[in-house]
Nanobody, 123 residues
Framework: QEQLVESGGGSVQAGGSLTLTCTYS?????KAWFRQAPGKEREGVASINVDAVTRYADSVKGRFTISKDSGKSILELQMNSLKPEDTGMYYCASSSLSESWSFPFSAKRYNYWGQGTQVTVSS
């Protein structure tokens, strides 16, 4: 059973930066960051597999960076050049399912979730 706890959300102006942190149980599964805006479906923004290979949604490519420190069991999402459309609840997710890397942004492929941290970007 993996436990995930996010932190680091907040309110920033457009163009600003935030770093989200997720602490997790020392289990090396594929991991990802998802976000959900009010009235919208949860969408994957960045993922990282057990070999530290990363993938990004087109909407955040070049602005967000996902990384992990396996020794400290910490997952991070560095977010730069933030836009109002980046606003939402951000969730850390982990998957024990091997298929998750074939579908890195499919929420149903992730079986462990944190409680979320709110990010608000104002124009």
């Amino acid at each position: 059973q993996e436990q995930l706890v996010e932190s680091g959300g907040g309110s920033v102006q457009a163009g600003g930066s935030l770093t989200l942190t997720c602490t997790y149980s020392p289990i090396d599964y594929n991991k990802a960051w998802f976000r959900q805006a009010p009235g919208k479906e949860r969408e994957g923004v960045a993922s990282i597999n057990v070999d530290a290979v990363t993938r990004y949604a087109d909407s955040v490519k070049g602005r967000f960076t996902i990384s992990k420190d396996s020794g400290k069991s910490i997952l991070e999402l560095q977010m730069n050049s933030l836009k109002p459309e980046d606003t939402g609840m951000y969730y850390c997710a982990s998957s024990s399912l091997s298929e998750s890397w074939s579908f890195p942004f499919s929420a149903k492929r992730y079986n462990y979730w944190g409680q979320g941290t709110q990010v608000t970007v104002s124009s």
